[in-house]
């Protein structure tokens, strides 16, 4: 059975960014990077649940040659120490998936002491140089928010990954809905960006990255929902099949 969203179909993603020539960056080394020698493909992961996932999907990673971003959100469940710094040790850059208007329910000055604690936290086991926010989907708050009134260079931070990347020179893809079509189900991990491409399943993403239709990609994934066991599998889907009807709804609200 040609399962999508496995382990296994995400090193096909991996080998097709290797084999079609890209060169491959994380968020921190697309935003130090003036003049990169080819196209490149920056990868990128937003860690909601499952930490254990983001580290198997790190060890693929990494016994590929490659290194990506990890955006860990600082949740009970997802903060775990020993998890991050075994990534960041591969080679991988950490970065704080932050939600602290979510959080303060839209209390800015709150929302800021929040992400300083929290970015704190992160400091005291790795480097932390990105961010990214967490598009929390039942949330009325927008936590990229925060920004219009505060400046995160002022923390020592070079870079948010929704806001510091040139999405008109590099094109956006995000599995979010367990689909890559961003006009489905994708209530805030979007970007602005003129979507001509409409594609669903994975095996459309690895065709597309061959005829490298554009030149530069940025690929966006959350480890919770790429499986490596059935059981697993039909968790992740029937999550997302949830949630899905969940966004539909809320969509057909407005
Ligand atoms: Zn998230």
């Not at 800021?112 to 929290?118: A, H, L, S």
């Not at 989907?137 to 936590?143: A, E, L, Q, Y």
């Amino acid at each position: 059975m040609n399962l999508d969203f496995t382990l296994d179909k995400y090193k096909k993603i991996c080998q097709a960014v290797i084999d079609a020539g890209y060169e491959i960056m994380t968020v921190r080394k697309y935003l130090q990077t003036t003049n990169p020698i080819s196209d490149y493909a920056i990868l990128r992961h937003d860690v909601d649940r499952n930490p254990g996932n983001a580290q198997k999907m790190a060890r693929l990673e990494n016994r590929l040659g490659l290194a990506s971003t990890y955006y860990f959100r600082y949740t009970r469940n997802v903060f775990k120490s020993d998890i991050i710094k075994n990534i960041a040790s591969m080679g991988h850059e950490i970065g704080y998936h932050y939600e602290t208007l979510s959080k303060t329910n839209g209390n800015f000055e709150k929302a800021i002491e929040v992400f300083k604690n929290e970015l704190a936290e992160f400091r005291k086991i790795c480097e932390v140089n990105t961010i990214s926010m967490h598009g929390k989907p039942f949330s009325k708050w927008d936590n990229r928010e925060l920004w219009s009134k505060y400046d995160f260079t002022d923390l020592d931070l070079i870079g948010e990954a929704y806001l510091s990347i040139d999405y008109d020179k590099v094109q956006y893809f995000c599995d979010t809905g367990r689909t890559w079509d961003s006009k489905k189900y994708n209530i805030r991990d979007h970007v602005k960006q003129d979507d001509s491409f409409e594609i669903d399943k994975t095996d459309e993403l690895i065709s597309l990255l061959f005829s490298k239709t554009k030149s530069s990609v940025c690929i966006s994934s959350h480890p919770n929902r790429w499986a490596d066991s059935n059981a697993e599998w039909f968790g992740s889907y029937l999550s997302d099949w949830l949630i899905n009807r969940i966004k539909l709804g809320i969509s057909l609200c407005k």
